[in-house]
Each structure stands twice: as C-alpha cells, then as structure tokens.
C-alpha cells in the first residue's frame, strides 16, 4: 500500500515562510557588500587598502619594529646570575682512607657558590632608555618604509590613469577621424573634394594606430608597476580607473615646513638618532666607574659544620686610555647625529620647495587648459567642420583643428596626473595627506 504524500497545513507553510524570509533578510547585507566593493584599480584607496594589507615590505618593517620593542626588557634587566660548584680537595689527600672522588659531599670540603653581578647605578636604566630610543627608530623606518610604498603606489596610479586616458583619447580621436574619413569619401565620390583628402584621412588614421600602440605599450608597464608595489602578477588585472585625487586649492609653504618638522618620519628617525647618541654618551661616560658583584657561598666540610661566606667583588676601570678613546668615539657620534638633522631639515626645505613650484606649475597649467585652452579649440574645430562641409575651408585646416583638439587633451590629462603625482610627492615629504 502506497503511503500517503505528507501535506503541509496552513501554519506549517507560513513558518516555513518566515524561516526563508528570514534567512534572505540574513543574506542580503552580505550579498549586498559583495557586490558592492570597487574592483581594485578604480580608486587609490583600494590599492593603498590592499597594499597595506599584502605587501610583504610592509609586513618585514612591522615585523622588525616589534622585534626592536622586544630588546627594551632585556637591556635594562639585571645579568643572570652565577652558580659555581667547587669541590676542595677532591683527592681526599686531608681524609686518610678515603679515595678521590668528583662527588659533592664525597671531598674535603664542597662549596656551593652564587654570584649575581650589578652594573655601577645608572647603567640599566641607560641602557633601556637607549633601546627604546633605538625601537621607536625601528618604528618611524617602518613608517617611512610604509609611506615610501604608498608614494609609489600614488605615482604609479596617476602613471596608469596617464596611459589609460590617452588610449582612451588617442581610440576617441581615431573613431572621430574613422567619421570623417566616411565623409570624405562620401564627397570624394561625387566630385566635390580632391583624392588628396581621403589620402589624408587615411594616413591619419594610421598615425593614430601607431600611437595607440605605444599608449598600449605604457600601459601595461604602468599596470606591471602597479602591480608590483601591490605584490601581485605583473600582469593582474586592473579596473579602469575612476580619476584622480582633486588637488588641494591653495598650499602655503609655511604650513608645509610645519608639516615636514612635526610628522616627517625622516626627520623623526634622524632626531630619534640624536637622542640614541646622547644616551650612547651617557652610558660610555658611567663606564669610567667600577661595576661589582655579590657572591654567597656555602661551605660543607666532610668532617666539619658547614659554614657561609660573603663575598663582593669590583671590576677595576684600569685601562683608562682606552676608555678615553671610547668617550671621544661616543661625543663625535653625537656631532654626526645632529649634523645629520640639520642636513635633512635643509634637503626636506630643498625638496619641498621643488615639489610645491612643481605642484603648483602643474595644477595652474591644468586649470588654464581646462577653463582656457580646450573650449576655444573646440570652438575653432567645429568651425572649420562646418566650414569643410560647406567648401568655406579645405581639408587640412580641419584635420589640424582635430589634431589641436587631440594635442589640448592630451596636454590637459598629463597636467593633471602631473599635478597628482607632485602632490603624492608633497605628502611624502609632509607624512600625511594634505
């Protein structure tokens, strides 16, 4: 006998309901935020993102920026002490009857011995004070490392919107000439311009060709660049990109030197190494005292009581001399430390003097060409189209406007990565966006 097929009730199906609503509720978000992220190469921030979190460069710094924290603990501990085992007169030559013997307790007198040394007052702290110094040293290379990587990226990037904008003007113009070239021929064929014209046309079509190899050619290599920064394939794929940062309207040099003197990790690292030599001096200057060391023994005759001894000892600072040439060594170390602060306040002045006429070079001619320069060739282009199509001009002149056309984009799109790429510079001579 068949059994009968299983009929859900009413409230059995609205559960049921409710329990699917509920996990597609569930779901959406996740679907949502997967569907929702950039492709990487859109934006800046999803390769500073992804670099940040793959860069094996990065990841060696942190990692030895921890290591350098971990030294601070030890330097500035106490030595481990000592124990000694001594066994007096282990041949038994004081104990008639007895034969030699390497065990304690089997000898003449055995001594059990502990001596924990203790540098002169001073030294421990110095020398913990001077692996901090050295670890937050560690720490600003690691974020100059970290900030040298993300200029790259930001150079990079504005490189690869460079070549992908001018494949993309270079394709623009072609198909704009391909029309034309239509055109041409169309009056060609009924007499009304010279075979000269759809000569023209044709041999400018070529000459686009060949340039869309080479704006090609430096696409990839900027895309491989980029890549390589990101740690990935040389030949990953990129999104196109959406544009670049807009450049900040006004920039004053004061406030960049400013910038530069409170969060420079170069400059940081250079003034942490003056504090390191400093340290580096005290400590060789408190070597001039003695260090010492305290020892307790006890002793266990065979025959006899046991007994305690104390014992201090004192390192004698006797070779004076060279202690001398130790102390010359750590002023001169100082000097250099400092030194090299002001060498690199004068080259971040140098740099960023550079960066900011760059800068401000680029975004002004960006601005002139946009505003000035692009609407009066379009204005002079299609002019001499309306003139060509009417006779008013000849094919050349048209051909010309297209090409000022061509030139004033181009012109336009590397100032503005130009423009980028000297603000990415600013930043990493500042150490933080601007």
């Known amino acids: 006998m068949t059994p009968p097929l299983f009929r859900p009730t009413q409230p059995l199906r609205a559960a049921a309901l409710l329990v699917l609503s509920l996990c597609a509720y569930g779901l959406a978000p996740a679907h949502a935020q997967a569907t929702s ?58 104990t008639p009857g007895r034969d030699a013997s390497l065990l304690p307790g089997q000898v003449g007198t055995t001594r059990y011995r502990v001596i924990q040394p203790v540098p002169f007052w001073g030294k421990r702290d110095l020398r913990g004070e001077l692996a901090r110094t ?55 064929s009924v007499g009304l311009v010279p075979q000269q014209d ?48 807009p450049p900040p309207t006004a920039l004053s040099r004061t406030d960049l030197l400013e910038r530069i003197n409170a969060r420079s990790p170069e400059l940081s690292r250079e003034r942490l190494g003056v504090t390191a030599a400093q340290k580096n001096r005290d400590l060789t200057w408190l070597n001039r005292y003695p260090d010492m060391a305290v020892g307790l023994t006890n002793n266990r005759p065979l025959n006899g009581a046991n007994n305690w001894d104390l014992m201090i000892e004192i390192t004698i600072p006797l070779q004076q001399s060279s202690r001398r040439a130790q102390e010359r060594e750590a ?32 975004r002004d001619k960006a601005s002139l060409l946009r505003a000035s320069l692009l609407p009066q060739v379009v204005a002079s282009r299609d002019a001499a189209r309306s003139g060509y199509e009417s006779g008013r001009v000849n094919f050349n002149t048209l051909i010309e406007a297209e090409r000022q056309i061509l030139r ?14 000297r603000l990415a510079e600013l930043e990493f001579l500042t150490g933080a966006p601007l």
């Open 198 to 245: 759809a000569v023209r046309a044709q041999g400018e079509i070529t000459s686009l060709k060949l340039d869309l190899i080479e704006a090609e050619q430096r696409r990839r290599d900027a895309a491989a660049r980029l890549n390589t920064l990101l740690a990935r394939d040389a030949d990953a794929a990129l999104a196109e990109p959406a544009g670049l940062p």
């Open 408 to 421: 004033t984009r181009l012109a336009l799109l590397d100032a503005e990565a130009n423009t980028a790429i």
């Open 331 to 362: 002023e001169r170390r100082l000097d250099a430390a400092q030194a090299r602060v002001s060498a690199a306040e004068a080259r971040l002045n140098g740099r960023l003097g550079e960066a900011l006429a760059a800068f401000e070079a680029s």
């Open 37 to 94: 992220q950039t492709p990487l190469g859109t934006t800046i921030d999803g390769l500073l993102d992804y670099a940040r979190e793959h860069n094996p460069d990065l990841r060696v710094r942190r990692l030895e920026a921890e290591a350098a924290h971990e030294r601070i603990e030890p330097a500035a501990a106490l030595p481990d002490p000592r124990f000694q085992l001594e066994l007096m007169d282990f041949t038994n030559a004081m």
């Open 134 to 188: 050295q670890a937050e040293q560690a720490e600003t290379m690691s974020d100059g490392a970290a900030l040298e990587i993300e200029n790259g990226i930001k150079i990079a990037f504005a490189r690869y919107f460079l070549a992908r904008g001018q494949t993309r003007i270079l394709g623009e113009t072609r198909d704009l000439i391909a029309a034309l070239e239509k055109l041409v021929l169309t009056r060609y």
